[in-house]
């Protein structure tokens, strides 16, 4: 046996051992979803909006801007909040109300809302304030009961 066959085969026995029964598979990544924005560019453009929806959901526009700013504050600095599980995510939070995907997006998209959309973000938020109260947003209840008992 000459060096270079004896160094081809030490290469190859150095080779993890995969078995002919195995198949690997490369999975394309899934492109993540973001949330589009632009459509609210200011602190007013989001008072009319909220207040609309407010009206239109008929609940309380005061109680919703405590949330929209407890949970926002996440939105406004990272745009999507993840929720990881056993060190991979299964969930993200999104938008102005930081609506979870896992638990929310079928349900919006059978209303017609597109949580990742900033306009539909907040009108489902109002959609879950009017049917849940607010539950979803128990987390961040300390932020925002002390600006509704402020007012």
Known sequence: ???????????VLSLPFIPSTTHIVVEPQETPKVLTTGQITSNKDLLETVSTLAEKYNQDKD??????KCEGQAYKSI?????????QVWSTDIGWWQIN????????????????NEIDNLEYGFVLLKEQGTQPWSASKDCWSKIVASR
Do not use: C, R, V
Not at 1 to 10: A, E, S
Not at 63 to 68: K, Q, Y
Not at 108 to 113: D, I
């Open 101 to 116: 995907d896992y638990y929310h997006e079928k349900s919006a998209q059978k209303l017609g809302l597109d949580i990742y």
């Open 63 to 68: 109680l919703a801007l405590a949330i929209i």
């Open 79 to 87: 745009g999507n909040n993840k929720n990881y599980k056993n060190g």
């Open 1 to 11: 046996m000459n060096l270079i066959t004896t160094t081809l085969i030490t290469a």
